[in-house]
């Protein structure tokens, strides 16, 4: 009986340990769209990482760049999760004027671009070096 309830106690332990790890996990959303923002008060030069920070923090949201000469921003997202006008007001609400430009397919996103939408979320991790252009 002593056994019983040692083990009760040890998986009890285990679970709780599991649930504290599994809250703290965040898991990239499977981005099958991309958002590009027209972008209005963008200071030139500025490296946006507020704009990519707050996008990102919505959920659904795979990664974000920001290309500071043109004022567009491009968001890899979960359609099935969030809508691009949502992403847009997240935008307009850390103060720079923002609208849905076009909503494209990563396949077209990478025909216009060039780039995948798997090299966004890797760069997600390398901060703003791979996120902003500044051509």
Do not use: W
């Not at 720079?96 to 396949?107: C, D």
């Amino acid at each position: 009986m002593k056994n019983r309830i040692i083990n009760l106690v040890l998986i009890l332990i285990a679970l709780a340990i599991l649930a504290i790890f599994a809250s703290t996990v965040h898991l990239d959303a499977a981005a099958d769209s991309v958002v590009v923002l027209k972008t209005f008060g963008l200071p030139p030069g500025d490296c946006s990482e507020r704009i990519i920070q707050s996008v990102e923090a919505e959920r659904g949201v795979a990664a974000a760049l920001v290309d500071v000469d043109t004022g567009r921003v491009a968001i890899a997202y979960d359609s099935g999760v969030v809508k691009p006008e949502v992403l847009a007001e997240r935008v307009t609400a850390i103060g720079y004027g923002s609208s849905v430009l076009q909503i494209l397919t990563p396949e077209e996103f990478q025909a216009q671009t060039g780039r995948t939408v798997a090299s966004l979320i890797a760069a997600r991790k390398s901060g703003c070096g791979g996120r902003c252009d500044k051509r």
